[in-house]
């Protein structure tokens, strides 16, 4: 072959080592070093989500149109590809993935979802399955889960419970009750700007008129509020509405066709656990003043 095959030969040695340092490197990583015994969960199903494969000696005997289960490497990681040379910092984005132990590509699909899980102290495997060739060497692999709304169920459930279930028990009464309430927890603490506990309640209202006596400030501040059934007239059926006031002074009369009625209602006269308002803005660029209350659950 002469000098350009010495060269190429040399070339191709030199980048060869460079992928086995980097696949050494991955699979020195402790696949749920942190996770104990038993705790684990495995996903699959029939939703796909792309893997880029940035390694592929682990992947070595897998055909097309194979199966198989890879480990969600839950340890930061810094990927690079054999064969573009582009790298993924899985701190940033994503998690990497393992084939028997050995790290091949990374995923970012549900990936603030799989470090919830993880952080919970569970190791993760998922189904993936091999579609066919990129390049020489470097397979395309799709993960196969579960759909993405029965795996956040899950994990809500367990977060709404504060302890574990399995992920069939995720569809029971119990279940889907702790999973409403976490995501309720979630809403509310994006309303609120801060990390509420688990099991809060709460709601809020929107107040259409700037003149209402509230304090005016930029961003999520909080305010006093208290509530109060209003008493309907003697002989009518209505259900009372639900007087809302703000930093001592009235801000809404909240009646039943109200979205909001219910909760409000539910907790009229009950001191909240925290109450914040922040101004938004209107379709037609008034100002509207969103009142979120929280209430601890009875």
């Not at 350009?4 to 030199?14: H, P, T």
């Not at 000696?57 to 930061?76: N, S």
């Not at 189904?127 to 759909?147: F, H, L, N, Q």
Request: proline residues 4%.
């Amino acid at each position: 072959m002469g000098l350009f095959g010495d060269i190429a030969r040399a070339a191709a040695n030199a980048a060869l080592s460079t992928a086995k340092d980097m696949i050494g490197d991955a699979a020195a990583a402790k696949i749920g070093q942190q996770v104990g015994v038993g705790k684990s969960i495995s996903f699959r199903g029939e939703c796909e989500r792309p893997v880029y494969v940035y390694y592929g000696e682990p992947l070595r005997k897998i055909r097309k149109g194979d199966v198989f289960d890879a480990e969600v490497v839950t340890k930061p990681m810094r990927l690079r590809s054999e064969l573009t040379g582009g790298v993924w910092d899985t701190t940033d984005d994503g998690f990497a993935l393992a084939y028997k132990g050995k790290v091949f590509g990374a995923a970012s699909a549900l990936g603030n979802t799989i470090k919830d899980i993880t952080e919970l102290g569970y190791r993760i495997t998922v189904s993936c399955r091999m579609t066919g060739w990129y390049a020489k060497g470097i397979p395309t692999v799709v993960m196969m889960i579960d759909e993405p709304e029965e795996i956040f169920a899950w994990l809500d459930a367990c977060k709404g419970l504060g302890r574990d279930v399995s992920f069939e028990e995720r569809h029971s009464p119990e279940c889907e009750s702790a999973a409403l309430s976490e995501r309720t927890r979630l809403e509310l603490s994006k309303a609120c700007g801060r990390e509420l506990p688990v099991g809060v309640d709460g709601d809020c209202v929107y107040i259409e008129d700037d003149k209402w006596a509230g304090m005016r400030k930029s961003g999520v501040f909080p305010v006093e509020v208290s509530t109060e059934l209003i008493p309907t007239p003697r002989g009518s059926t209505a259900k009372p509405h639900v007087a809302v006031f703000v930093d001592g002074s009235m801000a809404a009369d909240v009646s039943a066709r109200c979205v909001h009625y219910k909760t409000l209602a539910e907790h009229a006269g009950e001191r909240p656990y925290f109450a914040c308002c922040q101004k938004r803005e209107g379709h037609d660029g008034s100002p509207i003043w969103r009142v979120t209350v929280v209430y601890l659950g009875r």
